[in-house]
């Protein structure tokens, strides 16, 4: 539903400010509000799962997105809209990070918690491109409105899913939560997120460059907060102490800075460059999970034992894929055709399915239980951290030069992400072994 929901809107955002008479602003906020409230909770509903219980905080987040997506699809107004959106962004926030967090404590280390994260990787890349298609198949046939009403039935299902299968793990002793240290990480995130979602849009004011510079220090002084809190800090400074960790950070901001920059210039390339319709770009764009299927057995078999090489190759195949794109648009020009865009998305898509569900296994299979939800919580921040650098630069990239090798110039730095990130994995561990021997869960 997250994933879905962070592009569905944009193909049906003409239709929504026609009915509601929405202008411009609020239709750029209907998709930034959502996006600025999704990356300020994910860290604090990350590590609210380890305290209260990730099963618990779960239902709650699934249930309040679900409600206000009830009240997105109820909207009377451009003002409604922005609300039920940016509660949506908030919800999302809780319910999120316990995904990735139940999933390494809830599976046994090895081929169990491998065979989820495979399954976690595949659902990943199909939710990455379906938005755009749903949100023209459903926009079409049903109205804008159906959009967000057909979170309805998904989240009740996901309630009960919940409710019967997930155990209700949590930290013990549960740590306190650390109102200081979600003060002050909330800060670094508007900062760095409001000027990557609306710089570009703008111009890139000055006041959006003094934003992104004062980031750093307010991260420094969160630093130095945490290491003092100890065992209540909100971000355990100890998951930093792990290589596994931090170079799994460094080559997931990488990674997905690549894909947030891939996606965004194809919709401007191939939609509004080369006037295709939003239902075709989304179709060929369909390659992408196609591709990403096709790799879970491998993932399933060997991640475990070959978590790093699959990473590698992945990202390398995924690079290969982006640049044969590249090379492809400039060569074609105005004369390309979808049949030239599917193999290369499936090549890239063939490579991520190789690396996603690997790359959240080795970044968390060394993090202890009791911080597996703070953990989590980072690790998606940086995610969306990630896609939102991609976005900007791609518009910088894109838009910075000459406009006929727009489209290949801006792909080539999706390949070259891709490429670094490559490079980034010698730096993981070879197998997902966890740090201390699986344990029962506490309140299962």
Do not use: K
């Not at 406009?403 to 290949?408: E, F, I, V, Y």
């Amino acid at each position: 539903m997250d994933l879905i929901d962070v592009t569905i809107v944009n193909v049906a955002l003409p239709a929504i400010q026609r009915d509601l008479g929405a202008g411009y602003a609020a239709g750029q906020w209907a998709v930034a509000g959502y996006a600025l409230a999704y990356a300020l909770l994910l860290v604090t509903g990350g590590r609210l799962g380890d305290i209260a219980g990730r099963r618990r905080v779960f239902l709650a987040g699934v249930a309040g997105f679900t409600l206000a997506s009830a009240l997105a699809g109820a909207a009377w107004s451009p003002g409604t809209l922005v609300a039920a959106r940016i509660l949506q962004g908030a919800f999302a926030g809780v319910m999120v990070p316990q995904a990735i967090s139940v999933i390494t404590v809830q599976f046994a280390p090895g081929r169990e918690r491998a065979a989820a994260f495979s399954l976690y990787g595949v659902l990943l890349g199909v939710a990455q491109v379906s938005g755009p298609v749903l949100g023209g198949l459903l926009t079409t046939h049903g109205g804008w409105r159906s959009i967000f009403y057909i979170n309805i039935p998904i989240g009740l299902l996901a309630l009960a899913g919940a409710a019967r299968w997930m155990d209700d793990s949590r930290a013990d002793p549960p740590p306190r939560l650390d109102l200081g240290g979600v003060a002050l990480i909330s800060g670094v995130v508007l900062l760095l997120a409001f000027p990557l979602v609306q710089g570009r849009e703008l111009g890139w004011p000055g006041w959006s460059l003094a934003m992104l510079g004062c980031a750093v220090p307010l991260l420094a002084a969160f630093a130095r907060y945490e290491m003092r809190r100890g065992d209540d800090a909100l971000i355990p400074t100890g998951l930093f102490r792990r290589r596994s960790f931090s170079a799994g950070l460094a080559l997931n901001l990488v990674l997905f800075s690549g894909i947030g920059a891939l996606f965004i210039t194809l919709t401007w390339g191939l939609q509004f460059g080369l006037d295709w319709s939003p239902l075709l770009v989304a179709f060929v764009c369909l390659a992408w999970p196609a591709g990403t299927a096709c790799t879970a057995q491998l993932t399933h078999r060997y991640g475990h034992r070959r978590g790093r090489l699959l990473v590698g190759l992945g990202t390398a195949l995924a690079a290969l894929g982006a640049a044969w794109l590249s090379a492809v648009t400039a060569r074609s020009g105005a004369d390309l055709t979808p049949w030239s865009v599917v193999p290369c998305l499936a090549l890239s898509g063939l490579g991520l399915g190789l690396t996603l569900p690997m790359l959240s296994q080795t970044v968390l299979g060394e993090v202890r239980a009791d911080s597996a939800g703070a953990a989590s919580g980072v690790l998606n921040s940086v995610t969306q951290l990630g896609g939102a650098i991609g976005v900007a630069l791609a518009g910088v990239v894109y838009f910075g030069g000459p406009a006929g090798s727009a489209l290949p110039r801006a792909l080539g730095y999706s390949a070259a992400a891709f490429l670094l990130a490559a490079a980034l994995a010698r730096f993981l561990p070879r197998t997902a072994v966890p740090a201390e021997p699986h344990r029962p869960l506490v309140g299962a």
